[in-house]
């Protein structure tokens, strides 16, 4: 039956009224109307592409017309009829040609007989995109990467090559040129390897990060109980509170800096930054910086934010990010208490 559907999936010609059908939309059709675990079954003899193609055809006969459904029934069982499958998958062949021949007679013959007669080997990664087995075998050594190409059909070993690391793409080029035979059992391994490292990968990035530091220094950025929440935290956990409030540092929370500390900040910050930041500012945290530098200093920023044309918000964010950036650089290193900080005394 399976060899019937995939003949039916590269043979797209039928009578009408199912003419117009692909020969993956006739599979579809014939899957759809099986019991699950049947088509399961048969669903794991195709190829990847074989089952992309069939899925996609899925959903374009999801509501089909019961004559081209009758059509496509006839013409599987009028094919089936003329088929016998003695041996589809070819495991009666190997088994009586070693049995005949003995190992290792028998290993080279099977192997001679061509694919059909043998397993391939990294399959599993063609039902991988090119860019998803670039990054499962950019960190291998260039050797199994070139081992790894060779396994691939042309095109899409091309593919994986233009996604891997230009630092990697000569080396793999210039083994590939020179890769000589590689044991069948040294292949098994790789494969075994490769499939590991994917499950892994695939658990990995399957779960989810929730919150977390910075998640929750935003949370309580955007709080009316902000100083309430770091204080109750504090009492709990007085590392993490401390950790909090520093993530929590937005620029207009340095209007709660104390003097001398915005003093600090804004004698390390870079004129022109702090030019560009204060763009966004509020006039009253204008202000609260003119008033923690000298009268000088204050009239000459003055002078710079007059004469500064408009700013695009996303240069004023930039500048402002800075700000929080340099802040929090001085908080971690104590030259600056950090709003709501704890340990201090």
């Known amino acids: 039956m399976s060899a019937a559907l995939a003949q039916m999936l590269a043979d797209g010609t039928a009578p009408p009224p199912a003419a117009v059908l692909t020969g993956a939309q006739k599979c579809a059709i014939l899957l759809l109307l ?37 059509a496509v029934l006839d013409e599987f069982l009028a094919r089936t009829r003329t088929v016998e499958a003695l041996d589809a998958q070819g495991r009666e062949a190997r088994a009586r040609i070693g049995l005949a021949l003995g190992s290792p007679r ?28 670039a990054g499962l075998i950019a960190d291998e050594h260039p050797q199994v990467v070139a081992v790894v190409l060779a396994h691939l059909e042309t095109a899409r070993a091309a593919a994986v090559l233009d996604a891997l690391p230009a630092t990697l793409q000569t080396d793999a080029v210039l083994r590939l040129a020179t890769l000589g035979p590689v044991a069948p059992a040294e292949v098994a391994a790789l494969e075994a390897d490769l499939d590991a490292k994917l499950a892994e990968r695939t ?36 590392d993490l509170a401390g950790a909090i409030a520093e993530s929590s540092f937005g620029f207009n929370d340095l209007s709660k800096l104390a003097p001398r500390e915005l003093q600090l900040v804004l004698r390390e910050l870079d004129q ?11 006039p009253s945290l204008r202000e609260l910086v003119f008033a923690a530098m000298s009268s000088r200093a204050a009239d ?23 700000v929080c950036a340099l802040v929090r650089r001085l908080g971690e290193a104590g030259t600056v208490m950090m709003p709501g900080a704890t340990g201090y005394v």
């Not at 190829?47 to 509501?63: D, F, I, N, P, Y």
């Not at 779960?207 to 998640?215: E, N, S, Y």
């Not at 022109?272 to 509020?282: D, I, P, Q, R, Y």
């Open 106 to 133: 028998a290993e080279r013959v099977i192997e001679a007989i061509g694919p059909p007669a043998a397993v391939k080997r990294l399959a599993g990664l063609d039902w991988l995109d090119s860019a998803a087995v």
């Open 272 to 282: 022109a930054v702090l030019t560009v930041a204060l763009k966004g500012a509020t």
């Open 203 to 238: 658990r990995s990035e399957g779960a989810v990060r929730l919150a977390g530091k910075d998640f929750t220094a935003a949370l309580v950025n955007l709080s009316a109980n902000q100083a309430a929440l770091i204080a109750a935290l504090a009492a709990v956990d007085a």
């Open 34 to 70: 099986l019991e699950e675990a049947q088509a399961a079954e048969l669903l794991r003899r195709l190829s990847a592409a074989e089952v992309r193609s069939v899925g996609e055809a899925m959903l374009t006969v999801a509501e089909i017309a019961p004559a081209t459904v009758d």
């Open 300 to 322: 000459q920023l003055r002078d710079q934010l007059a004469e500064t044309g408009p700013t695009k918000k996303a240069d004023v964010a930039a500048a402002q990010a800075e």
